[in-house]
Nanobody
Framework: QVRLVESGGGLVQAGGSLSVSCAAS????????MAWYRQAPGKERELVAL???????RYVDSVKGRFTISRDNTKKTLSLQMNELKPEDTAVYRC???????????????WGKGTLVTVSS
């Protein structure tokens, strides 16, 4: 079992910056890929950024060059630095973690409850 808790959301003006974090606890030795998803009101959930256990990253086109995903495997945290924020970035941001496909880890997917980011125009 892995527990994920996000923090750092809030209200920011367009053009500003904000960082959100996700703290993992429990069977963190099983952690593999981790990602940030977001869901805006009335819209479907979308993958914002992903980082593998080896540090490779992938971003949705709309945030490339503005957002940076990172992870600290020692502190068991996942972060998303968001710069040049736009009103369309307003959403609930949720952390997701996948675990290794081993008997112990079971190849599970875990989600945090999310943190709200609001960008005012």
């Amino acid at each position: 079992q892995v527990r994920l808790v996000e923090s750092g959301g809030g209200l920011v003006q367009a053009g500003g910056s904000l960082s959100v974090s996700c703290a993992a606890s429990g069977d963190t030795i099983c952690l593999r890929d981790m990602a940030w998803y977001r869901q805006a009101p009335g819209k479907e959930r979308e993958l914002v950024a992903l980082i593998t256990s080896g540090g490779s990253t992938r971003y949705v086109d709309s945030v490339k060059g503005r957002f940076t995903i990172s992870r600290d495997n020692t502190k068991k945290t996942l972060s998303l630095q968001m710069n040049e924020l736009k009103p369309e970035d307003t959403a609930v941001y949720r952390c997701k973690a996948e675990t290794s496909l081993t008997r112990r880890c079971g190849g599970q997917h875990y989600w945090g409850k999310g943190t709200l980011v609001t960008v005012s125009s």
